[in-house]
Nanobody, 124 residues
C-alpha cells in the first residue's frame, strides 16, 4: 500500500495561488496514474485533475482548466497541483490519490490509495 501525504494548502485571497504537493512512500507510484480530488462538506468527493503514469497526459475538470496544472516527478514520488487564479468555489479539502494503473480515470472508484486531505480556503 502507498502512503500519500499532501501539503501546501492554506488560506489565500481570491486571485491568489497555491501549490499542493503529494509525496508517496511505502511503495512507488510508478506505473500508476495520479489524481487530485476535492470535497466540500455535505457533498461528494469530485475529480479535479489527473496525470498519467508515463507520457504525462493530463486531464482537468472544466472549472479548473487554464488555472490549475498537475505534474509529477517519478524520481521523487511526488505529484503537484499548481492552482492559480483561485476563487471562492475552489474552497475545499483536496485529496491526492493513486489509480490502479497508469491510465487516467476521473472516477474515484478507480483510485486505490488516498491521502488524508489538505484544506484550501479561498477568501473572497
Amino acid at each position: 500500500q502507498v502512503q500519500l501525504v499532501e501539503s501546501g494548502g492554506g488560506r489565500v485571497q481570491a486571485g491568489g495561488s497555491l501549490r499542493l504537493s503529494c509525496v508517496a512512500s511505502g511503495r512507488t507510484i510508478s506505473g500508476r496514474a495520479m489524481g487530485w480530488f476535492r470535497q466540500v462538506p455535505g457533498k461528494e468527493r469530485r475529480f479535479v485533475s489527473a496525470v498519467s503514469e508515463s507520457d504525462g497526459t493530463t486531464h482537468y475538470v472544466d472549472s479548473v482548466k487554464g488555472r490549475f496544472t498537475v505534474s509529477r516527478d517519478n524520481a521523487t514520488y511526488t505529484v503537484y497541483l499548481q492552482m492559480n487564479s483561485l476563487n471562492h468555489e475552489d474552497t475545499a479539502t483536496y485529496y491526492c490519490a493513486a489509480d490502479t494503473d497508469g491510465v487516467i480515470s476521473i472516477s474515484s472508484i478507480r483510485y486505490k490509495d488516498w491521502g488524508e486531505g489538505n484544506r484550501v480556503t479561498v477568501a473572497s
